[in-house]
């Protein structure tokens, strides 16, 4: 069984940086692979960052290349996404999710698992 507990969401200012975290159990680094999805009240889910099946790379949306980056940590069975220069566009429910091989990475049917979200929050 796959579960995903997200943390490190919080309330801060615009330019500030956070550090999400995933823990995953269950067999998931092995089977799946790993992303980041956001989504506002009102709006669709958006999809943020995430690793190819081989983890050799790294894909992300346009509005968060360059200030956001996913890693993982195998050992701990965590991913992380580092987010750096918040704006207030940021704000949003944070979600990791995982997905099988041979899936599209940045659409949401493609992931099976998923968390329950983290809250984030940047004010101007």
Partial sequence: QVQLVESGGGLVQTGDSLRLSCAASG??????????????????????????????????????????????DNAKGTVYLQMNSLQPEDTAVYYCAARPPGTVYYAGDSYVHWGQGTHVTVSS
Avoid at 30 to 57: I, L
């Fill in 27 to 72: 067999p998931t680094f092995s089977s799946y692979a790993m992303g980041w999805f956001r989504q506002t009240p009102g709006k669709e889910r958006e999809w943020v960052a995430a690793f190819s099946w081989s983890t050799t790379n790294t894909y992300y949306a346009n509005s968060v290349k360059g200030r956001f980056t996913i890693s993982k």
